[in-house]
């Protein structure tokens, strides 16, 4: 029954296994601002497990204001073996851990909802890149985030797509500030109908305060962007799933464009994946969608030249004319036939 009310959304588990597979939350502080019942962490175990690392290496941390959830959390941890400080409350109106600078932060947040009591924080410490809409919390979702993450961290987190583009109160300003800074490091475009009670368009984003690291490749002034649209499949009339290929397609990009060890060679793939430079998102006037930037999926030449390819399938065509007509005479005849009877 968790998230039936406004914006909140149980987060498919598909969606959690991709963030967790981006990030790779292997040692260090992890942190969901609004954890729900604490998938974002039971994911992150089966993580470190399936990757032979050490669960202790891991530090959690959480906050979630709905009492009930939040009592769902701590057990969903607890039957779990998992040690995590959960804590209870409004993470604008009431922040639980103030001084944290999280290593990973892993969040779905609940998508544009008005009443976060923005109209009560306009002068907060965390909007560093603008003041958020009263009207809508997701770029105050987004600043506390970026508030909390380590000089190393990074952040991947979902939210509606309009978060991409939207310029309403103020949003479009805080977007490019965000850019400017250079901490935007990957966009994905989802495939629609993942969320199971909800038809709102989701995206992720992945946030990165040290894109220099030296670990991976200096990506700096760079942006990827994926567009996952067409990947998944329908688990049944109403829902679609990302499945494990799908993810491991995903991630495996990510980590072969961060210059990971093993992770192979990026290349831009027309349709699915570019590595665009700030200027060229600054020509887009700073909107983030994949699509704008991927362009068209590159079609395979068939070798077949354009005067014969068209005399072909015009010959096609005119035998489906010819067959269609047959068949209509054919219905007349037996409608005619009925009609006499």
């Not at 969903?76 to 999280?102: C, S």
């Not at 380590?150 to 979902?158: D, M, N, Q, R, Y």
């Not at 909800?198 to 305060?209: E, G, K, S, V």
Request: neutral net charge; proline residues 4%.
């Amino acid at each position: 029954a968790e998230g039936k009310k406004g914006g909140e959304f149980y987060t498919p588990r598909c969606v959690v296994k991709l963030l967790v597979e981006m990030i790779e939350p292997y040692k260090g502080r992890v942190y969901d601002p609004c954890c729900g019942s604490s998938g974002m962490f039971v994911q992150a175990e089966e993580f470190i497990k399936a990757h032979r690392g050490k669960l202790t290496d891991l530090s959690i941390f959480g906050q979630e204001s709905n009492y009930t959830t939040w009592r769902l959390a701590r057990m969903n941890l607890a039957i779990r073996g998992i040690d995590g400080k959960i804590e209870h409350g409004d993470t604008f109106q009431n922040d639980r851990h103030p001084d944290l600078k999280a290593d990973y932060i892993l969040a779905n947040p609940p998508f544009n909802i008005s009443d976060w009591g923005g109209e009560r924080l306009r002068d907060d410490k965390r909007w560093q890149y603008g003041a958020p809409p009263a009207g809508n919390a997701n770029f105050a979702w987004m600043q506390h985030m970026v508030h909390h993450l380590s000089p190393t961290g990074i952040a991947g987190f979902v939210l509606a797509n309009g978060s991409m583009s939207s310029n309403q109160s103020g949003e479009g300003e805080i977007r490019r500030n965000l850019i400017e800074a250079d901490i935007v490091d990957c966009m994905i475009a989802l495939p629609g109908q993942l969320f199971y009670s909800t038809q709102i368009p989701a995206c992720l984003w992945f946030l990165a305060r040290d894109r220099k690291n030296g670990k991976f490749r200096d990506r700096r002034g760079q942006v990827l962007f994926i567009d996952a649209r067409k990947l998944g499949r329908m688990a049944d009339r109403t829902h679609k799933e990302l499945e494990d290929a799908d993810i491991a397609r995903i991630a495996d990009t990510y980590h072969a464009w961060r210059g990971e060890k093993g992770a192979g060679k990026y290349e831009d793939i027309p349709g699915f994946c570019k590595s665009a430079l700030i200027e060229e998102v600054r020509k887009h006037g700073h909107v983030l969608t994949p699509g704008r930037y991927v362009g068209a999926e590159a079609v395979e030449d068939d070798g077949e030249g354009f005067e014969g390819k068209m005399t072909r399938l015009g010959a096609i065509l005119n035998n489906q004319f010819a067959e269609s007509a047959k068949l209509e005479n054919q219905i007349r005849d037996k409608l005619k036939s009925l009609t006499l009877k």
